[in-house]
């Protein structure tokens, strides 16, 4: 699939292409970033993109993905020092540090589900998790000043990156 732009071009309309999830709970401080990024990007025109959030049952992932070239998920990391800090794992590189994304808010965690997918064989081609240090998941707490600057700053990142995607899915 190629983006609207590539598509013109073609002659045709696209069908999505890259499915973008934001994964957490939107009601405990950082944890819901992920949520939160990805409403802001289904304001913008993502032409191949299909934007959602998933929390709790994460394994349902697997059945959210079917059918895209692409997977990209964005999600709350486990504080290592610099809430805000930037994590971008591509999965056909490398892959995902457990310990990053560990399993507490979401019962079986990203990184499990991912690996599940992985050993059989449901994942897309392409999955990119980008991950943003969190500084608090605490139940009815605001999100952190430095976190939510590390999510405007994904905002631009991923608004490049998905067209990227959409246009060599």
Known sequence: MRSARCARSLGRRIAPSVLVL????PLCGDDGLGPWLVRALAGARLPGC?????????????DDCAG????????????????????RFDLTTRALQRT????????????EVLALGSALDMLPRHVVVHAIEGGTFEHGRERDAR???????LT???RCELRRLVCHA
């Not at 990053?100 to 990184?111: E, F, N, Q, V, Y």
Request: glycine share 16%.
């Open 68 to 87: 895209f070239d692409a997977l990209v998920c964005v999600d709350a990391a486990a504080p290592a020092g610099a809430p805000g800090r930037l994590h």
């Open 22 to 25: 934001g994964v957490g709970n």
């Open 147 to 153: 976190v939510a600057s590390g999510a405007r700053r």
């Open 100 to 111: 990053m994304l560990p399993a507490s808010s979401h019962g079986i965690g990203l990184a």
């Open 156 to 158: 631009r990142r991923l």
């Open 50 to 62: 299909v934007v959602g959030c998933r929390n709790g049952d994460l394994i349902r992932i697997l």
